[in-house]
């Protein structure tokens, strides 16, 4: 599976981006994806995830309110709809694929396809 995230940018405090992750390969409908995020000169951490069939979510507390994600399996694509925007959210959003397990997990270790990552820089 190859996972391609897209959709960053430079934007400004208050902003709404929308990132988007393509995965090829395979599908992955039945994949738990996730969104995570690396600051500069910070680790990589948890921003949201979801449930192969959508009806489930998990959220970060830093995003809980403003951010969404979503997927269309019939496209094979997970989004990130990202509003009100802080300078706090600039960082590297990489998207992750799990091919099985339980609940939606917060943990990199536990995520086994990675993207490439999209830059999202937010001024304040």
């Known amino acids: 599976v190859q996972l391609q995230a897209s959709g960053g940018g430079l934007v400004q405090a208050g902003d709404s981006l929308r990132l988007s992750c393509s995965a090829s390969g395979r599908t992955v409908s039945n994949y738990t994806m996730g969104w995570f995020r690396q600051a500069p000169g910070k680790e990589r951490e948890f921003v949201a995830g979801?449930?192969?069939?959508?009806?489930?979510?998990n959220y970060a507390d830093s995003v809980k309110g403003r951010f969404t994600i979503s997927r269309e399996n019939t496209k094979n694509i997970v989004y990130l709809q990202l509003n009100s925007l802080k300078p706090e959210d600039t960082a590297v959003y990489y998207c992750a694929g799990r091919r099985s397990g339980i609940g939606i997990p917060m943990k990199i270790a536990e995520y086994d396809y990675w993207g490439q990552g999209t830059l999202v820089t937010v001024s304040s």
């Open positions: 979801i449930s192969w069939s959508g009806r489930t979510t």
